[in-house]
Every structure is written in structure tokens, then in C-alpha cells.
């Protein structure tokens, strides 16, 4: 078994969301995380609060963002354990996340 | 390998969350502002459903709310004062300012937010179907396409709805307080309107999907309740509408079988009936007997009271009904209750009377064609008198005018049968 990166970009309808649809979709994901924590193949996982800073370039110019506007956010992000890449990205097809239109990136972690 | 119980959140916690954040923010930012509390309160939210999804706070409605206080505390301080006054002065209106918000967010304080925006939602400055799709929206916490599905119709007349409202509100100024004197009174009665329309809403209309219905009523007794905690509010017809409400409420899961198909009174597993809200209900009712105003609410709750008390149908006390629909009839005279008024009498064994009260209720020509009860009722009074091909006819109206899957259903059953005796 390896560890994979889960890495959650964000679902741009999500704002979108009244009260009820939003705690129906953190409630699928508590279910989620739980269906992985009983396989034995969840290791961690952390979320990201919305807005942030840039740092970029030689100059190290510091701007605001990423902003909620711009369409790939980064959420937050899983690490699991599976087989291969495939078995990886199969888990990611259990974000609650997808039908709202948002994606998961799913990277090997290397060991050294 | 041991796991972690699956976490859980309070059932609506959100959406209730939702209401009291709005209600405290439009208190702030003013009801002309209230855009700008529901932004404030969408933000909140969106954060939270970011952060929790990894795991919940201790306390998550305590979150919610530290997150709007801190936001709302944000606006002041930006909007502050520092451009009109002096340093100094503007420093000490902001720190007051803030002390105020900070108490507005204060358990007691929040309570009396949510029922003034109860009263300004209701305001009779508004139409009525924009005082309960802001009710819903502001004080429930319900989204756009809940509402429109609740109240069946589309997102888009819901939207023109509460643009409207948040319109008359602006133009006229309408005050975040609760009224005094005459004025509550007054006020009062168009909160037990809305109140009222909600639940039946949820209650009645078979066509919506059950989940929606449920929320429905159950929001309407919440908010009925909310009313009744607060000193303004404990009216005893604000108790005769919760009385009412929890009685009619106790019947919710006996009325639809596992087929969708409707279940009416005489057929109805008594047994599945909510024993604890017809306790409630009981209880509530005993506290509206007070005072010497006898409302509608009133009337209704102990004609719901009645069939509650029946041990089966046939025990039902149907001259004690019968007096009840009488004096309701006396304070709203609405050929819905002649209508209902004409069942009770035709199960005393009143049936020609019944179908005579009926013919003769003003403008029930055009009533029978347009509103399939009238039909599906006679239809019913033509059965017991073995009148056929009346009953047939009255039938096949009804099941032309309903557009319910479930009420079709029923009434095309009795149609066959009627179809089968007359030949």
C-alpha cells in the first residue's frame, strides 16, 4: 500500500447553498470519511479556510487570493492508502463534492 | 481497527442557526440592510462548511455565531465613524458600538431579534405571499428553491417575491421592533395569518414531496412556539394556534399509506397517531382558555381536539362538532367551513340537510367547478343516499379538477364503486 494526496478543489455552485443543502453536504461528508476510516485506508486529511495570500516571483510580491471567484480553489486535501494510482482516484470518485461540479486531484505521495 | 462514531449535526441546525444570525445582523445593520446580514450570514456558513467537513468544533452554533459577531464587529469598525468626528470621539462611539453588538449576540437578545424580524417580515405594508416567503427565507432559513418547492411554484416568482418585499421594506421604512398597545394586537393577528398559511401549506397540499410538507409544518410550530416564549407573543390565541397546530400535527403520518395513497379520517390507524404532540396539544390548549377574546384559533383547536378524543371514528361526538362548526361558522363565515360544517351534519345523519346547506352556499355554482373538494363532498353525501348517477357525475367532476396523483387515485376507486352499484 501507498499513500496517496486526495486534493479537493472546490465546487463553484457550493455558495450557492441554502442552510439545509449545506448540512446535508458536510453530513456526506462525515459519512464519507467514516466509510474510509472503517476500510483502514484513511491516514489524514485537512481543510483549507476560504481566502489566503499569494507569495510570488524573485521579488516575492505578496498579493490577496486565491479569491472564492477564481474557478480552482483548493480546499483541502486527504491522505489514503491504496494499491495504485487507479485504486487512488476510485476512492476520489466518493467525494461528496462531484455532482456540484468540483474536482479531486489525486497525486502519488513519494516515499524517499 | 477502532473507529469514530460518525459525527453528527443537529437536525436544521443550520437553517435555525441561519434565522437567529439574521435576525441579530438585521437588528445591527438595520431591516433596510438586510441584504447585507444575509451576505454576512452565506459567509459565515460557506466557512464553516469548508472547516467542518474534517472534523466539527465543540460547540458548532457557538462558532457560527462568533463568526458573524466578529464579521458584524468587521463592518462597524470599517463603516465607522472616523470621517465625521474627531479621533477621540469616533474611538469611543466605535468601542460603545461594538459593546452594543457584542450584547445584541447576547442568548436573551437573540430570542427578541428573531421575533421582531418575525413582525417586520410580517409587516402589513407587505402582500401577503411576500410576508411568508420572507418568513421563510429570513426567519427559517429556507433557500430560494425550498420555498418554491414547498409552496409550488418556480424559483424565479419566489425571487420577484422577496426582491418586492426587501423593496416595500426599504420604501417604507419599516421599523426591526415589536410593536405596542393596539399595534401588537394588530400585528399579532397577521403573524398568526402567516403562521397559519404555512402549516396548512405543509399540511394540505398533497402535491408537494413529504419531506418538504414536514419541514413545513414543522417550521410553522417552531416559529408559533418562538412566539409564544416571548412576552408579546404569550397570547392565548397564540396558544390556540399551537394547540391546534400540534393536534393537527399528530395525524401527519396516519394520512398517506406506503403507496402515496391517501388515508382519509374514518380509515385511519388511530394507534399511529402522535400520542405526545396530542398531549401537547392538549396542554397548549388549556392555557389558550384564558381571557375573554374567543379567535378562530380557538374554535378550530377544539373541533381538532374532538376527533382526537374519539376512540375510533364511529365513537366520534359529532353534535359536539356540530355546535363547534356552528360557532366557527359564526366568526368565519367561508364556504370552506359551510363546506366542512356539511360533512359534520351529514355524519349526524343530516344528509339531505347537508347537501341543501351545501347548494346553498353563495357562488357554489362556480365553486364545484373550479375547486374538486366541492365535488369529492357531494359526491360523498350522493353515495350515502344511494343517489348514483349523481355521485358518478360529482366524481368524475372532482377527478377532473384535482391535479394530486393521490386524491385521483381515491376518488377514480370511488367512482368504480359507484359505477358498480348504479348498474
Redesign the interface.
Known amino acids: 500500500m501507498k499513500n496517496f494526496m486526495l486534493i479537493f478543489i472546490?465546487a463553484e455552485r457550493?455558495?450557492k447553498?441554502?442552510?439545509?443543502?449545506?448540512?446535508s453536504?458536510?453530513?456526506q461528508?462525515?459519512?464519507w470519511?467514516?466509510s474510509l476510516?472503517?476500510q483502514?485506508i484513511y491516514v489524514s486529511?485537512?481543510?483549507?479556510?476560504?481566502g489566503g495570500k499569494t507569495v510570488k516571483g524573485a521579488n516575492a510580491i505578496v498579493t490577496d487570493g486565491p479569491f472564492?471567484e477564481s474557478k480552482e480553489v483548493v480546499?483541502?486535501y486527504f491522505i489514503v492508502k491504496a494499491e495504485s494510482l487507479e485504486a487512488a482516484a476510485e476512492i476520489g470518485k466518493g467525494s461528496p463534492d462531484l455532482p456540484h461540479g468540483a474536482s479531486v486531484e489525486v497525486r502519488e505521495v513519494m516515499k524517499f | 481497527m477502532q473507529t469514530a462514531p460518525a459525527q453528527q449535526l443537529v437536525d436544521h441546525l443550520f437553517r435555525h442557526e441561519s434565522g437567529k444570525m439574521v435576525a441579530v445582523l438585521a437588528r445591527i445593520f438595520g431591516m433596510h440592510n438586510l441584504e447585507m446580514a444575509e451576505d454576512v450570514v452565506q459567509e459565515a456558513f460557506l466557512k464553516a462548511m469548508q472547516a467542518w467537513k474534517f472534523g466539527l468544533p465543540p460547540n458548532p452554533a457557538a462558532w457560527l455565531m462568533q463568526t458573524a459577531r466578529n464579521k458584524a464587529i468587521d463592518i462597524v469598525r470599517r463603516e465607522g465613524y472616523a470621517r465625521r468626528y474627531s479621533a477621540e470621539l469616533a474611538e469611543q462611539l466605535t468601542a460603545e458600538t461594538e459593546n452594543t453588538v457584542v450584547q445584541f449576540f447576547s442568548e436573551h437578545e437573540i430570542s427578541d431579534s428573531q421575533l421582531r424580524l418575525v413582525f417586520a417580515c410580517c409587516h402589513p405594508s407587505l402582500k401577503q405571499e411576500d410576508q411568508v416567503a420572507l418568513t421563510l427565507k429570513t426567519v427559517s432559513g429556507f433557500g430560494v428553491a425550498e420555498i418554491a418547492r414547498a409552496l409550488l411554484t418556480n424559483e424565479a416568482a419566489i425571487q420577484k417575491r422577496l426582491y418586492r418585499a426587501k423593496q416595500q421594506i426599504k420604501e417604507t421604512n419599516i421599523n426591526f421592533e415589536i410593536p405596542e398597545g393596539p399595534a401588537l394586537h394588530q400585528r399579532l393577528e397577521t403573524v398568526y395569518t402567516v403562521l397559519y398559511l404555512l402549516f396548512n401549506e405543509g399540511y394540505n397540499s398533497i402535491n408537494a414531496e413529504e419531506l418538504i410538507r414536514k419541514d413545513l409544518c414543522m417550521e410553522a410550530m417552531r416559529l408559533c412556539k418562538l412566539l409564544s416564549e416571548n412576552k408579546a407573543g404569550a397570547k392565548p390565541s397564540t396558544y390556540a394556534l399551537l394547540a391546534l397546530m400540534c393536534l393537527q400535527a399528530s395525524r401527519f403520518d396516519s394520512r398517506v399509506d406506503e403507496n402515496n395513497s391517501i388515508i382519509l379520517l374514518p380509515q385511519q390507524n388511530r394507534s399511529k397517531w402522535d400520542q405526545q404532540l396530542i398531549q401537547l396539544g392538549y396542554c397548549y390548549l388549556n392555557q389558550s382558555s384564558t381571557g375573554e377574546h374567543l379567535s378562530v384559533y380557538h374554535v378550530e383547536s377544539a373541533i381538532a381536539a374532538e376527533h382526537c378524543l374519539a376512540a375510533s371514528f364511529g365513537q366520534t361526538n359529532w353534535q359536539h362538532l356540530l355546535q363547534l362548526y356552528n360557532i366557527l361558522l359564526g366568526i368565519k363565515p367561508t364556504p370552506v367551513i359551510m363546506l366542512n360544517r356539511a360533512v359534520v351534519l351529514g355524519s349526524c345523519g343530516q344528509t339531505k340537510q347537508a347537501l341543501k346547506e351545501i347548494m346553498a352556499i353563495p357562488g357554489i355554482d362556480v365553486l364545484v367547478q373550479t375547486q374538486y373538494i366541492y365535488s369529492a363532498v357531494l359526491a360523498d353525501l350522493y353515495l350515502t343516499l344511494r343517489d348514483y348517477p349523481n355521485a358518478q357525475k360529482m366524481l368524475a367532476q372532482s377527478i377532473a379538477l384535482t391535479t394530486s396523483g393521490a386524491e385521483k387515485k381515491l376518488l377514480g376507486e370511488r367512482l368504480a364503486l359507484a359505477s358498480q352499484q348504479s348498474a
Open positions: 472546490n457550493s455558495d447553498f441554502s442552510p439545509e443543502e449545506m448540512q453536504n458536510m453530513q461528508w462525515f459519512g470519511i467514516d476510516k472503517a483502514g486529511g485537512e481543510a483549507l479556510l476560504p472564492a480546499g483541502g
